[in-house]
T-cell receptor, first 114, second 113 residues
């Protein structure tokens, strides 16, 4: 199935370091979402972006909607052990019929070393 | 806690059987989307229901079907199960509209033997 390209695929970082991950697509989206998923649970929404160029923060998390509408990035500052998990981006495709669907990225697996 | 619940939490079926998964959306949400998440992959969009009608569909065969009820809860039905149908099935509810965001349930893990 169709998935967005996320990078890096996985990363190990030291506690306190900043983290950056991004998501790219060949399609244009009108909404970008970032989710975190812990083992055995559903994804939890972190940040939603609705306009090209938009920069939004949620605590230590900052995300941006790319100007081309084909990419987005997520930054986590001063990482802590509970940041460990899988981070997914998702783009929403809106069709002229008024229907839409979400396409998810391949995920970035983050491990934080205390 | 997102207020979205799913049942059952786990399920084991054999190839060729049929399965029904259930989802109760967050209070006030009129839109439910279903996703399939294979191990190590991101969620794949199956379809979405808005006010009891299908409102969009991903690349899944017709043996994947759904229903949404007047209280906005939803079911996902899969007929003629195949081994590759083994996955975590997630539902997500939202209020609908351009600025809507969706909230996920914990998922149902289906194993097809």
């Amino acid at each position: 199935g169709q998935q967005l390209n996320q990078s890096p695929q996985s990363m190990f970082i030291q506690e306190g370091e900043d983290v950056s991950m991004n998501c790219t697509s060949s399609s244009i989206f009108n909404t970008w979402l970032w989710y975190k998923q812990d083992p055995g649970e559903g994804p939890v929404l972190l940040i939603a972006l609705y306009k090209a160029g938009e920069l939004t923060s949620n605590g230590r998390l900052t995300a941006q909607f790319g100007i081309t509408r084909k990419d987005s990035f997520l930054n986590i500052s001063a990482s802590i052990p509970s940041d460990v998990g899988i981070y997914f981006c998702a783009g929403r495709l809106l069709f002229s019929s008024g229907t839409y669907k979400y396409i998810f990225g391949t995920g970035t697996r983050l491990k934080v070393l205390a | 806690e997102t207020g979205v619940t799913q049942s059952p939490t786990h399920l084991i079926k054999t190839r060729g059987q049929q399965v029904t998964l259930r989802c109760s959306s967050q209070s006030g949400h009129n839109t439910v989307s279903w996703y399939q998440q294979a191990l190590g992959q991101g969620p794949q969009f199956i379809f979405q229901y808005y006010r009891e009608e299908e409102n969009g569909r991903g690349n899944f065969p017709p043996r994947f079907s759904g229903l949404q009820f007047p209280n906005y809860s939803s079911e996902l039905n899969v007929n003629a199960l195949e081994l590759d149908d083994s996955a975590l099935y997630l539902c997500a509810s939202s209020l609908g509209g351009i600025a809507e965001t969706q909230y996920f349930g914990p998922g149902t893990r289906l194993l097809v033997l």
